[in-house]
């Protein structure tokens, strides 16, 4: 059972079209999916709305590659929703709603970021510390 029916799909599918819904997928060598992520861009902020695996830990190759590009390309949030200790220790942090609407505020802005987004080969996934966030560089 699966909370993404048909309305949710022609709704992320619009978004999509608008050049605001991303995914990040993670292929095997014999081209299965075996895990990702989607979520919606807006401005320099990033909303994560579903991650899954097929094969253990391959969503969270996903999402290193998700946030060092985010940080690369000067995304200020990326949204997960819901504080688990998971995402604790992807390097997510607690802040305040006033804070939240703050940084919509200031980094929302519809124009921006709509483009299709290409993996920047010049990044290295392995420099991404979730820990250190914005003080780590994936740059190689």
Same mark, same amino acid.
């Given at each position: 059972?699966?909370?993404? #029916?048909?309305?949710?799909?022609?709704?992320?599918?619009? *978004?999509?079209?608008? !050049? =605001?819904?991303?995914?990040?997928?993670?292929?095997?060598?014999?081209?299965?999916?075996?895990?990702?992520?989607?979520?919606?861009?807006?401005?320099?902020?990033?909303?994560?709305?579903?991650?899954?695996?097929?094969?253990?830990?391959?969503? #969270?190759?996903?999402?290193?590659?998700?946030?060092?590009? *985010?940080?690369?390309? !000067? =995304?200020?949030?990326?949204?997960?929703?819901?504080?688990?200790?998971?995402?604790?220790?992807?390097?997510?942090?607690?802040?305040?709603?006033?804070?939240?609407?703050?940084?919509?505020?200031?980094?929302?802005?519809?124009?921006?970021?709509?483009?299709?987004?290409?993996?920047?080969?010049?990044?290295?996934?392995?420099?991404?510390?979730?820990?250190?966030?914005?003080?780590?560089?994936?740059?190689?």
């Amino acid at each position: 059972m699966t909370w993404i #029916k048909e309305d949710i799909i022609k709704a992320y599918y619009s *978004l999509y079209k608008k !050049g =605001y819904v991303h995914s990040i997928e993670v292929w095997d060598n014999d081209d299965n999916l075996i895990g990702g992520l989607y979520g919606v861009a807006i401005g320099h902020i990033f909303f994560t709305e579903s991650m899954f695996s097929k094969r253990p830990h391959a969503s #969270k190759i996903a999402l290193a590659y998700l946030n060092c590009h *985010l940080q690369a390309w !000067g =995304y200020i949030v990326n949204d997960v929703k819901r504080y688990t200790e998971f995402w604790k220790n992807q390097g997510a942090r607690l802040i305040s709603r006033s804070e939240f609407i703050l940084l919509l505020r200031e980094h929302i802005d519809t124009q921006k970021n709509r483009i299709p987004w290409k993996l920047d080969e010049t990044l290295n996934i392995g420099f991404w510390d979730p820990i250190k966030g914005k003080k780590s560089n994936c740059f190689v």
